[in-house]
């Protein structure tokens, strides 16, 4: 059974930091396309950062580069967002997606490509 199940989410003050936790079981885990993602009430859910399983690389919105980090155990087939500098804009709630098999090295952005989520995981920044 495919599953991905975040962790981490909370309140935090703007200015602080949270790490997300995703643990992805039931498939395997190469040659695929981690990301998280984030919907506010009333939005889109938006593409927050991607990364490949084998390759590594990563991509991010434009809304969060330089204060996010995206990264995996590929051991424990963890995935992880830390989130830094937060800002009251970046409450939403968090969800990790997976798409895959991937033949190419790079992730895609949108939404419809991720085929798997898992329940999210809340994160409120407070001014």
């Known amino acids: 059974q495919v599953q991905l199940v975040e962790s981490g989410g909370g309140s935090e003050q703007a200015g602080g930091s949270l790490r997300l936790s995703c643990a992805t079981s039931g498939f395997v885990y190469s040659r695929k396309c981690l990301a998280w993602f984030r919907q506010a009430p009333g939005n889109e859910r938006e593409g927050v950062a991607t990364?490949?399983?084998?390759?590594?690389?990563?991509t991010y919105g434009d809304s969060v580069k330089g204060r996010f980090t995206i990264s995996q155990d590929s051991a424990k087939k963890m995935v992880y967002l830390e989130m830094n500098s937060l800002k009251p804009e970046d409450t939403a709630m968090y969800y990790c997606g997976a798409a895959g098999p991937m033949f190419g090295s790079t992730c895609p952005g949108e939404r419809d490509a991720y085929h798997v989520w898992g329940q999210g995981t809340q994160v409120t920044v407070s001014s």
């Open positions: 990364i490949h399983t084998d390759s590594g690389f990563t």
